[in-house]
């Protein structure tokens, strides 16, 4: 993809001013039938309380697979919810990962319409939302609009947020320490002045490193016109256009041409020799035969053909005919993103010396542990080995 990406998230780690992708995540959906064209999520990070790796990687894989890879539909008849009704189910869905004491931002951004597209926000946090623009930076405040399905003893309730972003409007989701190290003024200059959302990340992040923090700084930030840059940097001409395209069409309908002539050519035909018998030295009885040389073998019929040789297909062959099992990294946390359409196909993983199993999802003591590879092995007892790192 040439130019910018509308979306960029990342994370500035506490004490080593590392960047990660720990408690953030961006996605643009790839579902054409979907509303959503974008899905953002910022975890809290509030200091003192520390959140199990695994947890957050669970959580963040939870709103991929209901937003980005579209599984909402399925969620909302599990609520009883209308399958258009996004408000709805972003609301369940941040009050099951409330319940779960993980307190989040998380935005959709729904498919343009003209110039403007409509987002919703569902916050149970204190991380802060900005709509930012040449006329400032504008706090959004979500409120409280309805009540979950299921009534919970003790959770912090999901606040809501829809409005409408323009075309030049940066939707800007962060940890609420980003705005006590940080003026407004300062936020817009930084936005307005970068050419895209990755850009922008790095510079505010780069902008209150040092300051003595003592937890993470989490943004994801979004800007629908660079869309608008990538398309006017990729036109072509109608002109240039047929210059390409007339060529290519004169190349194949050459090699039609070619192939059909090469077709309808006669080949040639070897023909072995004709030996001719004298008839007349052959006994008329219909029952005398002609004496068989005894040095000539006899062989059934059948096998005067060649006999192909029986392919035997290696155990790696094999594994071919399997999907692909597609691994992603996370910290310490090692899984299977495409889970769903591999289990009935996979036996156990050998993850490390003396752990096997055949779970999604797996956490190493650290980074510097994980493998470079795992062996997958299949129900058929084939395996295969794939890298992770």
Not at 117 to 133: H, P
Request: overall charge positive.
């Amino acid at each position: 993809m040439l130019g910018y990406s509308n979306v960029f998230s990342l994370t500035l780690e506490a004490g080593n001013n590392e960047f990660s992708e720990d408690s953030v995540f961006s996605k643009e959906v790839d579902q054409p039938s979907s509303p959503i064209n974008y899905v953002l999520m910022v975890i809290d990070n509030l200091e003192g309380i520390t959140k199990d790796e695994l947890e957050l990687t669970e959580a963040k894989l939870f709103i991929i697979r209901l937003f980005a890879q579209g599984d909402y539909r399925h969620y909302a008849d599990k609520f009883t919810i209308n399958r258009d009704d996004l408000q709805g189910i972003l609301y369940e869905a941040t009050t099951f990962l409330s319940k779960k004491n993980i307190s989040c931002t998380i935005a959709l951004i729904l498919k343009s319409v003209e110039d403007s597209r409509e987002v919703i926000i569902s916050s149970t946090g204190t991380d802060l939302s900005f709509i930012i623009n040449s006329e400032g930076a504008h706090v959004l405040t979500p409120r409280e609009l309805m009540t979950p399905s299921v009534p919970v003893d003790s959770f912090i309730k999901p606040l809501l947020y829809v409005g409408k972003l323009k075309k030049d409007d940066t939707l800007l989701l962060c940890s609420e320490i980003l705005m006590d190290l940080m003026e407004l003024n300062l936020l817009q200059r930084i936005v307005i002045s970068s050419k895209g959302p990755q850009e922008v990340c790095k510079k505010l992040l780069l902008s209150v490193s040092g300051t003595g923090r003592k937890d993470n700084i989490s943004i994801a930030v979004f800007n629908g016109s660079i869309t608008i840059r990538i398309l006017v940097k990729t036109r072509i001409s109608k002109k240039t256009l047929l210059l390409i395209i007339i060529p290519f069409f004169l190349i194949l309908i050459g090699l039609f041409i070619f192939n059909l002539s090469s077709v309808t050519k006669e080949k040639s035909v070897d023909t072995s020799p004709i030996i001719l018998f004298n008839t007349s030295k052959i006994p008329s009885d219909s029952n005398s035969r002609m004496p068989r040389p005894n040095n000539i073998e006899t062989r059934p019929i059948n096998n005067i053909k060649d006999i192909k040789k029986e392919v035997i297909k290696k155990p790696e062959d094999i594994v071919k005919k399997y999907k692909n099992v597609k691994f992603i990294v996370n910290g310490s946390v090692v899984m299977i993103s495409n889970w769903e359409s591999v289990k009935q196909e996979i036996l156990c993983i050998n993850w490390e010396k003396g752990i096997v199993d055949n779970n999604n999802i797996h956490k190493y003591l650290d980074y510097t542990s994980i493998p470079s590879s795992v062996k997958v092995t299949y129900i058929d007892n084939s395996t295969k080995s794939y890298r992770i790192k």
